[in-house]
């Protein structure tokens, strides 16, 4: 389906569905963009073929899926991790001990910084970067500490025909270098002598949906190639906040031991840190991606 929202603005086109019921879990919609909550899964047991078919394919159609009351211990939520494929890990940021694929999320009183604040794709400076990443929070502030997340499929089929014809084959360099050295010293994590960088296509088709989303973020993304810096510069602005318009986001209110699990190939996030002093913690379960095409 397709709405013209506004005076000329952006179309959006909901997610495609195959529209079969689903048999073993719940799913209910946050948007018609973007986001759906799933009941009737336990992700502490070992989830049967049936009901990790349902997860994956709520994730295609749904881009990111949450999951309430979810106890889980770093164990349970590593394996659920690695059904979905090998677990990166963080070039930076501090892991749990004795655990180096699940990163630590945590802002308290002490913080100069909290993770995720602006928008991004994870770790999209990494040559191969994550396809998906799984956030577990156990502690939540008494309010706020909302994650948005934004359909970059959507902010796609947005642009004018013009547009697309202009990124179609434009690459884009992501670097890791200004988001993370000295990011995490006052955690104790010393500098690596360099941070992640690569090349990857403005506009990426999913390996499982087969459609495209722009694959551009505020976080990583430094100059687009094959033009002037000038007009790098203005053309990502102008990306920048097309794909930030809230008709493509959805906002999810955390609870403790609530789950979200997004699609980095095409969605991105941003993290709000509006709860100081109080304390937002939790891992993430990051899992790895593929060469972007
Ligand atoms: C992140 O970017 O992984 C952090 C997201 C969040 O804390 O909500």
């Not at 759906?36 to 073929?49: S, Y």
């Not at 687009?224 to 318009?245: I, T």
Request: charged share 20%; aromatic share 8%; with cysteine.
């Amino acid at each position: 389906m397709n709405q013209l929202r506004g005076n000329g603005g952006p179309r959006i086109r909901h997610v495609v569905e195959n529209g079969a019921p689903y048999e073993t879990i719940t799913v209910d919609k946050l948007t018609p963009v973007i986001g759906a909550e799933i009941g009737g899964v336990d992700l502490a047991q070992p989830l049967g073929n049936a009901t990790f078919s349902e997860i994956q394919r709520a994730l295609a159609e749904n881009l990111v899926i949450f999951f309430r009351d979810q106890v889980l211990t770093p164990e349970q939520h590593l394996d659920f991790g690695r059904r979905f494929g090998a677990l990166h890990i963080h070039p930076a940021a501090p892991h749990a001990p004795g655990h180096p694929e699940l990163m630590v999320i945590r802002a308290d009183e002490n913080s100069p910084r909290a993770n995720g604040e602006g928008w991004h794709s994870d770790v999209s400076c990494d040559a191969m970067p994550p396809m998906g990443s799984i956030l577990h929070i156990q502690t939540c502030p008494p309010m706020g500490g909302d994650t948005l997340f934004a359909n970059m499929y959507a902010a796609y089929d947005a642009l004018s025909d013009r547009m697309k014809a202009y990124l179609d084959g434009m690459r884009a360099v992501h670097d890791g270098e200004e988001v993370y050295r000295g990011t995490y010293a006052n955690l104790g994590v010393t500098d690596k002598p360099s941070y992640p960088k690569s090349e990857h296509p403005v506009v990426r088709t999913h390996p499982v949906t087969g459609k495209k989303a722009l694959f551009i973020n505020r976080g990583f993304t430094r100059r687009l190639l094959g033009v002037p810096a000038d007009e790098s510069a203005g053309v990502m602005r102008y990306l920048f906040e097309h794909m930030e318009n809230p008709l493509f986001q959805c906002r999810f209110r955390w609870t403790e031991n609530a789950v979200a699990f997004w699609d980095n190939r095409c969605a991105q996030h941003r993290a709000m840190w509006d709860y100081w002093p109080h304390t937002r913690a939790g891992h993430r379960v990051t899992v790895l991606g593929d060469v972007p095409v």
